[in-house]
């Protein structure tokens, strides 16, 4: 039967035979619901028009998914509720189990019922057990689960870059001119908007490109990507990160293969363990357990506000604004986002989250943000990543602690605050950190709702100690939505 296969569903694995004739649908009202980052867009619909160069694959553009599908079919899970509400009710749709990750619902049910907390650190241990992912024996290859007291090093002193191979760049052709003309014309004619800069493409739209940039980064990034992930450099944006997201959500490569390739090139010597482990455990630790989240918690969890943050994204924030921002970090990550659609994952919970967590943007309102500005971003991937781990809003239920830092830790690791008009140590005045008063202000702000978090206990007191909390508060509420 024909695979209709969604645009995040675009590699063989999601087919059961190589020769399985294939429907595309290209839903012009997807871009219609929500301001997308134009690369993104662009991402997506190259994908979808490159995987139907091949003659087994019928593209259907149309306004809806429902006018697409007209014949009997068989499609995978799909990968958000709404997408699966679709599918359940369109008549002659047979729905599979999902593809696309290592670790099956079931699995996952099976080790989450029961428990009071479901951390991920002890499902990353459940999963290399069950699927025997560097594993000697009964035990962990090198003799520890977690390495992250080994991949936690600032960026090196005076620094500007990693020094290592970039990623092999993506060579454009006719069908990304299409696209680029087609979206000009949705902006002109159809009333469809977008946020970011367009640009030349960065992310693969083929399973060829995909694989080439995985091959790429276990032969010359992977070795050095351990120590220096939690970094931020502001002339490598890139680091020694596998940019590899991207293709892993639209389907075109398979986890499993990524983290067979990583396994393989730890076993054979070429790639130290700390590095490897590090990256298995955000291939299969971190993004198995999102998308497990995503479905394992109730549809209201999107909703989920434990802290009360009830203020509005503001329009410099929104409309990627990079220029109206004088904090070096904030604009350097704002703006990475607005070229690219895409920064590494310490920017986005350190420096974009961050923030957002300390001025009290509404949860919500911060996860369709990053939904729609990044081009790994889905509803699935931003939930629990943002509602849960980065604004905190569901009080603890995912993440022992809130991520809120101030301006010592972005002076820690990265070479940011080096010319920044802000001081990192000041909290008080013209030349205030925004991240070191926010942060007080923020701990001000939920003093009561922390007080009984262990790992907050000690910073919690020290408001008690902050001669000049009340005036700390005060500058911070006069700053409101203003750009840093």
């Known amino acids: 039967m024909t695979r209709w296969l969604f645009a995040d569903q675009l590699g063989p694995h999601f087919l059961d035979q190589p020769d399985q004739e294939v429907l595309l649908v290209e839903s012009k009202a997807v871009f219609r619901r929500r301001v997308f980052h134009r690369q993104k867009a662009h991402l997506i619909l190259s994908a979808l028009r490159h995987r139907a160069l091949d003659d087994r694959v019928r593209l259907v553009r149309a306004e809806t998914y429902a006018e697409a599908v007209t014949g009997a079919v068989t499609v995978c899970h799909p990968t958000s509720r709404a997408a699966r509400g679709l599918v359940r009710r369109l008549p002659n749709v047979e729905v599979l189990p999902p593809r696309g990750f290592v670790t099956s619902p079931a699995e996952f049910v099976a080790w989450a019922d029961g428990r009071h907390d479901l951390r991920q650190e002890d499902f990353y241990r459940h999963a290399r057990r069950l699927h025997g992912v560097l594993m000697d024996g009964d035990e962990p290859a090198g003799g520890r689960w977690n390495l992250d007291a080994e991949n936690r090093e600032p960026p090196p002193k005076g620094a500007r870059t990693l020094g290592v191979a970039l990623p092999p760049a993506i060579v454009e052709d006719q069908i990304d001119q299409d696209v680029r003309r087609e979206l000009d014309r949705w902006e002109r004619e159809d ?47 890139f680091l020694a990160h596998s940019m590899l997201s991207a293709s892993m959500n639209l389907g075109l490569l398979d986890p499993v293969e990524v983290i067979e390739a990583a396994e393989a090139a730890y076993r054979a010597g070429d790639a130290p363990l ?29 909703r989920d506000n434990e802290l009360h943050a009830r203020s509005e994204l ?15 970090c904030l604009s350097d990550v704002l703006a990475g986002v607005r070229d690219r659609g895409w920064v590494h994952h310490i920017p986005r919970l350190m420096v974009l989250g961050n923030y957002a967590l300390q001025r009290g943007w509404r949860p919500a309102a911060v996860a369709d943000w990053f939904h729609r500005c990044f081009v790994d971003g889905y509803e699935w991937v931003m939930t629990a990543n943002v509602i849960g781990m980065s604004q905190y809003a569901d009080g603890g239920r995912m993440s022992t602690k809130p991520y809120a830092a101030g301006g010592a830790y972005v002076n820690r690791m990265s070479d940011y605050c080096r010319g920044c008009r802000y001081d990192p140590k000041a909290r008080l005045g013209d030349d205030a950190c925004p991240y070191t008063a926010g942060y007080w202000s923020f701990l001000a702000r939920n003093e009561q709702r922390l007080a009984g978090n262990h790992r907050m206990r000690q910073a919690v007191r020290g408001l008690a100690r902050l001669g000049d909390r009340d005036a700390v508060v005060e500058q911070e509420e006069a700053r409101g939505s203003r750009a840093p």
Do not use: C, K
């Open 191 to 237: 009333g469809i908007e977008f946020v970011g800069n367009d640009g030349p493409r960065l992310f693969p739209v083929t399973r060829e490109e995909a694989l080439t940039r995985l091959r790429h980064f276990v032969a010359h990034r992977l070795p050095a990507f351990g120590p220096h992930e939690d970094a931020m450099l502001a002339g490598d944006p």
């Open 274 to 302: 700390p590095s490897v482990e590090g990256f298995v455990r955000q291939v299969m630790g971190w993004r198995d357990y999102i998308w497990h989240l995503y479905w394992y918690f109730e549809p209201s969890y999107r």
């Open 314 to 328: 503001p329009a410099w924030f929104a409309r990627l604004d990079a220029g109206a921002v004088e904090a070096r």
